[in-house]
């Protein structure tokens, strides 16, 4: 499923207690979010304000590794322990790549599985 019809946006600004800033620039992001792909399926895509989104999907919440222009959120951060390496210039086609683990494993609830490559997150 495409990242931009999963209410995806770019995370900047984090703060050492996790509050941070939602953007659609990748340029100083620090991290991605989206709803699960896993809990979307099957559902109806809504449309609103120019944002696409899934009724009922929790969200998946990813740091970079490797952010541009802006420094990597602390290692205490939840959620932790993941960093992931990322390539690409927008949620169209952001892709997660090694070194280390480019898969995320939610641990909890629904323990959705998946990877990010060319803006889906599948």
């Known amino acids: 499923?495409?990242?931009?019809?999963?209410?995806?946006?770019?995370?900047?600004?984090?703060?050492?207690?996790g509050s941070c800033h939602r953007t659609d620039s990748i340029e100083k992001a620090q991290g991605v979010m989206f709803q699960c792909p896993k809990c979307a399926e099957g559902k109806e895509i809504f449309?609103?304000?120019g944002k696409k989104g899934v009724c009922g999907a929790h969200y998946v919440m990813c740091w970079f590794a490797n952010p541009r222009n802006a420094p990597r959120v602390s290692d205490n951060l939840e959620p932790k322990p993941g960093r992931?390496?990322?390539?690409?210039?927008?949620?169209?086609d952001l892709t997660f790549t090694g070194p280390g683990a480019y898969s995320i494993l939610?641990?909890?609830?629904c323990c959705w599985h998946g990877f990010i490559k060319n803006g889906d997150a599948s």
């Open 84 to 92: 992931w390496y990322y390539e690409g210039t927008s949620l169209e």
């Open 1 to 17: 499923m495409r990242l931009t019809d999963l209410d995806a946006c770019f995370l900047e600004d984090v703060k050492a207690d």
């Open 106 to 109: 939610l641990t909890s609830g």
């Open 47 to 49: 449309e609103e304000d």
